[in-house]
């Protein structure tokens, strides 16, 4: 076998069996070897940006690495801002780019570049494979690598000689089955604090401790010993929904979240940072925290988060008990015109059980964690790395992931457009994803972050760079061209309808909520 | 003023008075600062790719630097793909990147990444401003740089609290205003060789010896001496056309190429590089010159490549008497089934005088050189870095710098999909450009490569990763989603009639050509 195919069976055996793709002559044998090889199942963007964003959203319900192949330089390029909202989310990609010939490389053809180069900023493993018998090696250790705790991005570059000379075989991926552990003194330590001053503690959670298990421990001892639980702004996945604890989270805005803050004297992070302002704003502090604050870390993303709060659980002598049921806004089904309330209380009331949402809706979405607490139980994902073009690629990642549950995706208009091609691999899939943009014909979000860096009132020429709105985008004329079905809505009463319809009917469906 | 505000100036002052745009938070005072500073045509896209490819477009026709303004490292890695095909063409440009305040950049907030580390690879001069008071002479420093000849990408990364603190004013761009010079005795060695063996030696040119002035003395010197005369395969910018020396290209194609550059001992380098493949091809050579052959460089890029001409024509004798009309394939108005070859016709017959074809034709434009030549005379534009997705964006950057001129962007449909946003950019700009996207359903040229890299007869799962008909894309659907009317045609008479309306009508058209 040559070393392409040495590679993709290596790959399935090592358990990555999706390949999120938009290749290259260079990629040719990888794509042969498809044919030789049974199991690994290859899905086709027409964007690299929809190919790294499916493997972010795959691994985020899947809990796995896919891979992705992309072409060359320019291909990892394209991809590369929806590694890095990966990267932030501590997603594991086995990410592969094809690469010249070893031989080639130095005749500067016009697609070299610097691929390592590129790679590095959204890597935390970049390896390029020196010769054919060393791919099945190399293919193992990136597994291995963007398996490790916590899982990460491992690049591995595949010259095109690699691919098509001969190889060895395969190789046996060494993964690290010890079981996640977590530091006891810092437990020891966070239940000293919250004994000696528990009101003015802040549980800071993210990641497993977001959960189901996570979050129901943290609300035991969030009621029983008065500290406070927050999640971080944004976070890779929540448990939400009827039944489960609904987690504030620190707000956006620097002005609430500092005031939000404030009154606290000691902060435990489970898995979650030293909580920082998302952008810097003149005359306003970057970090969250007030003076005198002190942070302490009970366990670092890649630990054992469950097992932490368990035992901080039984130190503090939380019990289920302690939990008691929460307030919820009532669901109810708006009519009337789309405000961002009526929207709100719409799609609480759409989610299915089990769906998935992914939630890109920027400034239109700010109301809807609320509302969508009462909504039937599902799970919350979100972009950790502020890259716009986010939704889409990773519904469509979840949807290959979940192939039973329903996605959701929730994207405002100026979002939408960096990774439109989304949809087209939705349709080719068949995925059960539905699609909402929120099209206020405005990067609202900037217009507020206008007068928020002390800009001032925005002039005409300003406001040109802010508004989205000549000429008129029509998301359902651009989903039609990519073979997905949609309608837009003026009204609450059709978009209660369209979600219905969406919700439930199989196959992508886009809605185009005009605000 | 602050230092945003010396920025534009010294941006406008320096001559960079267009800025491609997708600007986020970072870059609220740089886009505030538009409202108080005359003479910035500020150009909004809605994806990065569209961004920097309209700054390679204006670049190529207009012959000076745009700015263009991004969003952090995310929103340069977008537009990385096109400034890698603007690097390749030597395209010069202010490429300007947000950043988080200088204090700010330590606490990894989300949106944090490695901007120099993105940049590096597609630029040839770097620069992080540190404070407010250098920005202007950061920015002033930047222009010289992207217009150092040859002229080239500068990346100037602008933190935010440079932008909002105050700056001392503007500076002024020193420019090298010495006049381009060209190595005589590299000339004087071109013509010793032509005295000495003309017959088995190739001129090889591109750059500014493809402008009509540097053809035609190319001409003289080849029928004068009866050396061969080829450009490279791909090249930035030719004047074609009626009137015009027809010049081929060596093919693309490796046997093709290395049949047609077989017989040559000793080739003559105008800005031009020693011919490698594309790809490499196993069992194939990277370099097609043949064994023995020498090859000589006369000028490089930056070079006055036209005086070099002039004094070569001198020494070898020959004058405008020695260029012999060439004989052109007829232009005929084509009717019937659509066909490689009925294309091709009808697109010679439709291009209008002093238009601006931008190709991305791949494929399916394999054979529109030969007709086109006989077309009413403009100018045509390639992609030098070969990462798809260049055409739309690099036609919409050059009908900006030219107003007066209609642009026909030529584009696979598999290479329309990756910057398909840039219609948007036409139809809010009201451009003069006609899109015209070959719609074969298929990524032909990967099917094509699979044989060349000998990967044999794909078989189902590998067709599945280069055929993009499921589901048809509707590129009229989408083009009305973004502003822009289409029409799809299927037959000649259609394809004339679409052509003769877009290129009579003003502002953007696309036709959707299904083969």
Redesign the interface.
């Known amino acids: 076998m040559n070393g392409a195919e040495s590679l993709v069976r290596t790959l399935v055996g090592g358990g990555v069996d999706v390949c999120f793709?938009n290749?290259?002559?260079?990629e040719?044998?990888f794509?042969?070897a498809?044919?030789r090889v049974e199991g690994m199942r290859?899905v086709?963007g027409?964007?690299e940006?929809v190919v790294t964003g499916a493997a972010d959203g795959y691994f985020r319900m899947k809990g796995k690495p896919a891979s992705t192949l992309l072409h060359l330089?320019?291909?990892l390029?394209?991809g590369?801002?929806n590694l890095?909202?990966a990267k932030?989310a501590r997603s594991g990609i086995v990410n592969i780019v094809g690469q010249?010939?070893t031989?080639?490389i130095g005749?500067?053809?016009?697609?070299t570049?610097?691929i390592e180069?590129?790679a590095?900023?959204?890597s935390a493993w970049v390896r390029t494979s020196p010769d054919a018998k060393s791919v099945a090696a190399d293919g193992a250790a990136a597994i291995a690598a963007a398996k490790t705790s916590p899982q990460q991005i491992a690049t591995l570059i595949l010259p095109?000689?690699t691919a098509?000379n001969e190889a060895d075989g395969i190789a046996q991926v060494r993964e690290d089955h010890r079981p996640l552990s977590y530091c006891a003194q810092a437990v020891e330590q966070a239940a000293r604090i919250l004994h000696a001053d528990s009101v003015h503690t802040l549980l800071l959670v993210t990641g497993s401790a977001l959960t189901e298990q996570g979050l129901a421990l943290a609300q035991q001892i969030g009621e029983k010993t008065g500290c406070t639980v927050m999640s971080e702004t944004?976070y890779p996945r929540m448990a939400r929904g009827r039944g489960r604890f609904s987690v504030n989270t620190v707000p956006y805005a620097i002005e609430k979240a500092l005031a939000v803050l404030k009154e606290f004297k000691h902060i435990l992070l489970v898995e979650a940072?030293d909580p920082?302002?998302?952008?810097?704003y003149?005359n306003k502090p970057?970090?969250l925290k007030p003076n005198g604050c002190e942070v302490h870390r009970m366990t670092d993303c890649g630990e054992n988060s469950i097992a932490a709060l368990e035992v901080l659980a039984d130190a503090v002598h939380a019990t289920p008990h302690d939990a008691k049921p929460q307030k919820f806004v009532e669901l109810i089904k708006p009519t009337g015109a789309l405000t961002l309330t009526s929207i709100a209380q719409a799609i609480a009331c759409a989610i299915p059980e089990n769906a998935i949402v992914v939630d890109e809706s920027v400034t239109t979405g700010r109301g809807f964690f609320r509302p969508t607490a009462a909504a039937a139980p599902h799970e919350w994902l979100q972009?950790?790395?502020?890259?716009i073009?986010f939704s889409t690629p990773v519904a469509t990642g979840a949807a290959i992931a979940c192939p039973d549950r329903k996605v959701m995706s929730m994207v405002g208009d100026?979002s939408a457009?960096?990774t439109?091609?989304s949809l087209?691999t939705q349709?080719?899939e068949g995925l059960d994803v539905v699609t909402i943009v929120f099209a206020n014909k405005i990067y609202q979000?900037?217009r507020n972050?206008?007068d928020?860096?002390?800009?001032?009132e925005?002039?005409?020429?300003?406001q040109?760079?802010?508004k989205?709105d000549?000429?008129?985008?029509?998301?359902?004329?651009?989903a039609?061209?990519?073979?997905v079905p949609g309608r837009a809505v003026t009204a609450a009463d059709d978009f209660n309808k369209a979600l219905d319809e969406a919700v439930h009917e199989p196959g992508p469906r886009l809605i185009e909520v005009q605000i």
């Not at 972009?383 to 890259?387: A, C, D, L, R």
């Not at 039609?480 to 073979?483: D, H, S």
Request: proline fraction near 7%.
């Open positions: 793709t290749p290259g002559t260079s040719m044998h794509v042969a498809l044919d290859c086709l027409l964007f940006g330089g320019p291909g390029a394209n590369l801002a890095h909202n932030k010249h010939a031989y080639h005749y500067n053809a016009p697609l570049s610097d180069g590129l590095w900023p959204m095109a000689d098509w944004f940072n920082v302002a998302f952008f810097a003149p970057s970090m972009n950790m790395g502020g890259s073009g100026g457009m960096f439109i091609q087209w349709a080719r979000i900037l972050e206008f928020n860096v002390g800009a001032g925005p002039g005409k020429r300003a040109d760079m802010l989205i000549r000429p008129t985008l029509d998301f359902v004329a651009m039609r061209g990519m073979g």
